[in-house]
């Protein structure tokens, strides 16, 4: 399995499992833990790009579910307000 962002967006910086990440669609900023092939996943995801990431806060919790191709470095985040 390939738990890499695609690099369709080179003007922005995609991060990287192990990193934090901001989804504009929640608004929240959360560690990136893997993204997948939503063709991959055997449940549904409910997510409609074809990559699905896994976020998680750092203090730990339940995962949640984003469109990997949406997600941002925080710093994106802090230009967009």
Same mark, same amino acid.
């Given at each position: 399995?390939?738990?890499?962002?695609?690099? @369709?967006? !080179?003007?922005?910086?995609?991060?990287?499992? $192990?990193?934090?990440?901001?989804?504009?669609? %929640?608004? *929240?900023?959360? /560690?990136?833990?893997?993204?997948?092939?939503? @063709?991959? !996943?055997?449940?549904?995801?409910?997510?409609? $790009?074809?990559?699905?990431?896994?976020?998680? %806060?750092? *203090?730990?919790? /339940?995962?949640?579910?984003?469109?990997?191709?949406?997600?941002?470095?925080?710093?994106?985040?802090?230009?967009?307000?």
């Amino acid at each position: 399995m390939n738990n890499q962002l695609p690099h @369709a967006h !080179l003007d922005r910086q995609a991060p990287a499992p $192990g990193q934090v990440a901001y989804d504009p669609a %929640s608004g *929240r900023t959360d /560690v990136l833990q893997a993204v997948y092939s939503a @063709a991959e !996943l055997c449940f549904d995801h409910q997510v409609t $790009g074809t990559r699905v990431a896994f976020l998680r %806060s750092a *203090r730990g919790g /339940v995962e949640w579910l984003a469109d990997a191709a949406t997600l941002q470095s925080p710093a994106a985040e802090n230009r967009a307000t």
